[in-house]
């Protein structure tokens, strides 16, 4: 099979600054941040967008290498829509072939999901891409479970992943860079029957 020439775009979603790095609501950047160290490379701001970018490919070169743009939009999670489209604009990437990963609240700790459009289930970073791009994208879906008692969901998503969380948290993290990999690589069947599990 000879490589493609049509990129992807691969957002993790979470919001800027060392204040949130460690927050459930970031793990989109946690994947982002692991997938650039795989493809070798190092984020930089992106003209026009309020963004970082790698650019990069995925699989084996020269046989089923695949053309990626990873972005990690600098807003706030809730505007995160706006940088997101700027990149699809300039990099011509169609909306049907953005992966957005995110952190999601009704599926338990660590637990992926992968699907192509649906709701945003009230996730504000969702709800600002499906504004600006419709629902028609794939979304990697990182579950980090329902908050304990009676705590509030943003104070929850904007707290740190537990210590009993954190030993699991790489190896999730990892998890999670793979089914990018797979959805971009191998399709949406083929991924979810790996790892919607």
Same mark, same amino acid.
């Given at each position: ?40 490379? *190092? ?22 290498? *695949? ?44 637990? #992926? ?12 970073? #969702?709800?600002?891409? *499906? ?67």
């Amino acid at each position: 099979m000879a490589a493609t020439t049509e990129p992807w775009l691969i957002a993790g979603l979470g919001n800027p600054g060392p204040d949130y790095a460690g927050n459930r609501h970031n793990v989109g950047f946690m994947v982002a941040d692991l997938l650039a160290g795989r493809m070798g490379g *190092t984020f930089k701001s992106a003209k026009g967008a309020r963004a970082q970018v790698l650019e990069g490919r995925i699989g084996v070169p020269g046989v089923s290498s *695949t053309r990626v743009i990873l972005a990690k939009p600098v807003s706030y999670m809730n505007v995160s829509g706006g940088p997101t489209k700027a990149l699809l604009d300039f990099y011509g990437v169609p909306a049907g072939r953005l992966v957005a990963v995110h952190d999601e609240l009704d599926i338990d700790y660590g637990v #992926l999901r992968l699907k192509l459009g649906g709701g945003d289930n009230g996730h504000n970073g #969702l709800k600002s891409l *499906t504004k600006l791009l419709g629902r028609d994208y794939y979304r990697v879906r990182f579950g980090v479970g329902r908050p304990p008692g009676r705590m509030q969901v943003a104070d929850y998503v904007l707290k740190n992943f537990s210590s009993a969380e954190r030993k699991e948290l790489d190896y999730f993290v990892d998890r999670a860079a793979d089914a990018c990999e797979a959805l971009v690589l191998e399709g949406l069947e083929r991924a979810q029957s790996t790892y919607n599990s």
